[in-house]
């Protein structure tokens, strides 16, 4: 979606601010990119999971993502049978990601499909298939963070945190993931594991916070405008209803309510739903509070 073809309104309202708001990324059209970086990230840190613990719904679960993902990317696409000229491996972060997600899916197919077949995952044909899908899916985590990182001209996404912050929201959303398989799966899993999982959701979400509070001390007045932006404006109900409220307050809460009783496999599974709403607020209000670097001349 072009700049041009905005409203004229929002069009001379953005032109108007000494730090222009980016709508690229996630309005209209921009939410596919949202959506396919939330699903890429759940799907690959699902697979790492669920092949690690051999449960099969999880990583047919976590395959289906993976490529539900790869079609968010192509439709928004302004020309999707184009999409080959993206890969440059060499210079572009966003055509490591395509590779390594076509190398995760390719590779995760075989896999399922040769231990279905066989119903053995120990012969050396499936650990090599199972090497590659979780080599594909690391530069799926790593990717995401990266495309934003690079882009100097927006300040509150140019951080070497960023890319931390995806690859640990990958992870914790592959956790989620398999807590919403709990009611079926969880009579066999092993209440330590359950504790070490909740206690990961948690802690993991402290890393957006402390994101967050990095940027707040930066110079720069597009980062700070972004600050502003997620604190008390245009994104301010993004980031405190499904950032904090769903992706921090419900998980924390239900982690000490867990420390007095042990809570109920159904409501440890909302806290994967919970988790994984959080999740994609934290890919939606990153995007929304871009604003790029202030047009004013001799501004900082």
Not at 218 to 247: N, Q, T
């Amino acid at each position: 979606m072009g700049v041009f073809t905005r409203p004229y309104d929002t069009l001379l309202d953005d032109f108007q601010e000494t730090a222009r708001p980016q709508r690229e990324w996630v309005d209209g059209r921009g939410l596919l990119l949202i959506a396919g970086h939330f699903l890429s990230g759940v799907g690959a840190g699902g697979w790492a999971f669920a092949s690690a613990f051999g449960y099969l719904p999880g990583e047919v679960a976590s395959v289906l993502l993976l490529a539900a993902s790869g079609l968010a990317h192509l439709l928004f696409l302004g020309r999707p049978g184009r999409f080959w000229r993206m890969v440059k491996v060499r210079t572009s972060w966003v055509g490591r990601g395509f590779l390594g997600l076509t190398l995760a899916l390719a590779a995760a197919v075989a896999y399922l499909a040769l231990t279905l077949a066989t119903g053995r995952d120990d012969t050396a044909a499936a650990g090599a298939l199972w090497t590659l899908s979780l080599l594909g899916a690391v530069v799926v985590m790593l990717y995401k963070g990266n495309v934003y990182a690079v882009c100097r001209a927006i300040p509150f996404w140019n951080s070497s945190l960023l890319p931390i912050l995806y690859v640990a929201y990958a992870l914790r959303g592959g956790v989620a993931l398999l807590l919403l398989f709990l009611p079926w799966w969880g009579a066999g899993v092993d209440q330590g594991l359950l504790e070490l999982l909740e206690l990961w959701i948690g802690l993991s979400a402290g890393v957006c916070i402390l994101f967050y509070l990095t940027i707040m001390a930066s110079a720069s007045v597009g980062a700070r405008r972004s600050v502003e932006d997620l604190l008390r404006g245009r994104v301010a109900a993004a980031f405190y209803g499904g950032v904090v409220a769903l992706g921090l307050v419900v998980p924390l809460l239900v982690g000490l309510w867990n420390v007095v009783t042990p809570v109920s496999l159904g409501l440890l599974a909302l806290v994967g739903a919970a988790s994984l709403s959080g999740d994609f607020y934290v890919k939606y209000a990153i995007a929304k509070a871009g604003r790029y670097l202030p047009h004013v001349p001799g501004a900082r």
